[in-house]
């Protein structure tokens, strides 16, 4: 804690789309409060000034895709007391993780002029594959009241109180008609953390697990009723190999239907 005594805190950006940076700006009003509580001392997309660390928190958004994410996530651990990740890439390596089911260097042939200035690692992962992660803000983007829960929590030093039910106990609380009982559409809703409100669900739409799995999510056992209800394999894979896809519950039951198909 320095001097002021107030927490520093650092906000940092790997592999991502600044997406769940952008909640933490979307909180406004309760930004300018937790502002004068906190000294900022790392956050390119708001500010320009950059002071070293070490940091009492840091939170970081993305993916680890190229080896001096690596380096810099590595980095970050070490001068961080705290650290915690921010949203799908930061916690199962995201929309980048796609590549992890193909072969990346005949995609980067196929799509860069150059390819030899390409510098990638064979797989995009999740933070916590390569360093210890104290506490885990899930979605795609992030829920603007579970950064808002963290922060203050960690300010006032307590632990955050965050959901781990499922998607379906929020359409449950929203008088939201269950799509997947109503109406056959494939749903990953039994399986996925809330704290989206349940969106896509509420518009007629299967939850396609942004906020990525449960605790103690059980996969195989949606896998088998959504089958039972003549939802075809191939659209349970893609549902499964989604951008949470790479999360280990959701890749392997990817990969036990796979093989129960051949």
């Known amino acids: 804690m320095p001097a002021n005594g107030k927490p520093r805190v650092a ?12 909640q933490m700006l979307n909180l406004e009003d309760e930004l300018l409060d ?10 390119l ?10 940091y009492d928190v840091a939170l970081v958004e993305g993916s680890v895709t190229t080896e001096h ?6 980095d970050i651990r070490r001068k961080s007391q705290t650290l915690v990740t921010l949203g799908a890439c930061a ?6 993780a796609l590549r992890n089911m193909q072969d990346v260097d005949e995609y980067t042939r196929a799509i860069y002029a150059n390819p030899a200035y390409i510098h990638a690692l064979a797989q995009s992962t999740p933070i916590a594959a390569h360093v210890t992660v104290d506490f ?8 603007r009241e579970q950064l808002l829960e963290v922060l203050t929590s960690l300010l006032i030093g307590r632990s955050p109180q965050l959901p781990a039910h499922s998607v ?6 929203k008088g939201t008609v269950c799509v997947l009982v109503s109406k ?44 039972a209800r003549g939802v075809p394999r191939p659209e349970i894979l893609r549902l499964l190999n989604g951008f949470t896809g790479w999360a280990e519950e959701f890749r392997s039951a990817a990969e036990r239907l796979e093989r129960a198909t051949t």
């Open 45 to 54: 997309e708001a500010r320009s000034q950059v002071l070293d660390g070490p």
């Open 11 to 22: 906000v940092f950006k790997l592999a991502s789309c600044d997406g769940c940076q952008l």
């Open 136 to 143: 885990a803000i899930n979605g795609c983007p992030i829920s």
């Open 91 to 96: 916690n199962t390596g995201g929309i980048q």
């Open 69 to 74: 994410d690596l380096e810099r996530v590595r």
């Open 34 to 43: 937790l502002a004068g509580q906190m000294e900022i001392c790392y956050f």
């Open 168 to 173: 379906c106990v929020e359409c449950k609380r």
């Open 184 to 227: 056959g559409i494939a749903c990953l809703g039994p399986v996925t953390h809330a704290g989206c409100g349940a969106v896509c669900p509420g518009f007629g739409r299967g939850c396609f697990a942004c906020y990525g799995p449960m605790e103690s999510a059980n996969a195989d056992s949606l896998c088998q009723g959504l089958a």
